[in-house]
């Protein structure tokens, strides 16, 4: 029984760090060639609906929303005066502390600015996104190595251009 447990653990063990040296693989990738943001648009099959025609009305004012001061002030506090790797990263572990407010403070200007019925449409496509993002914060860059300033380290990550970029998108 001791040697299944042990082997069991072994097993998980590797399954993650086979996972993570997999995403580092990725990000490396991706870190050199990031994704062009007027590419980050609503996918074609969605733009003969309603849904569509319905985001691009609306989305000023949702960029205006996720813009505004009292929401994204903390975050830009953090985010200010980075002149190291190092800095940049506990500033990043900062960020993601400020994320759940953030979204909270979104949602709540999305709602007060563009009505309760755009804010169905809005949480439609900001929540899992919102959840994407905090995921990334607790599984990769909270644990990340400050000290480490390999391009790939992932505390890098920023977890604010991934919910934002479909809505500030031009």
């Not at 505004?68 to 200010?80: D, K």
């Amino acid at each position: 029984m001791k040697f299944l447990i042990l082997f069991a653990t072994a097993v998980l063990f590797e399954t993650v760090q086979c996972d993570k040296e997999c995403f580092r693989k990725v990000f490396k990738d991706c870190v050199r060639e990031p994704v062009r943001m007027d590419k980050m648009t609503l996918f074609k099959s969605c733009s003969k609906s309603n849904f569509a025609s319905g985001f691009d009305e609306q989305k000023e004012c949702y960029k205006k929303s996720l813009n505004a001061s009292q929401c994204i002030e903390p975050i830009n506090q953090v985010m200010t005066d980075l002149t190291t790797p190092e800095a940049f990263i506990l500033a990043n572990k900062k960020a993601c502390n400020l994320f759940k407010p953030y979204s909270t403070c979104a949602r709540e200007t999305v709602e007060e600015n563009c009505g309760t019925i755009n804010k169905v449409l809005f949480d439609w496509l900001f929540v899992p996104l919102q959840r994407l993002s905090s995921s990334l914060c607790e599984e990769l860059i909270l644990p990340a190595d400050e000290k480490d300033t390999r391009p790939d380290n992932f505390g890098n990550l920023n977890v604010f251009a991934t919910v934002a970029a479909i809505f500030l998108a031009n």
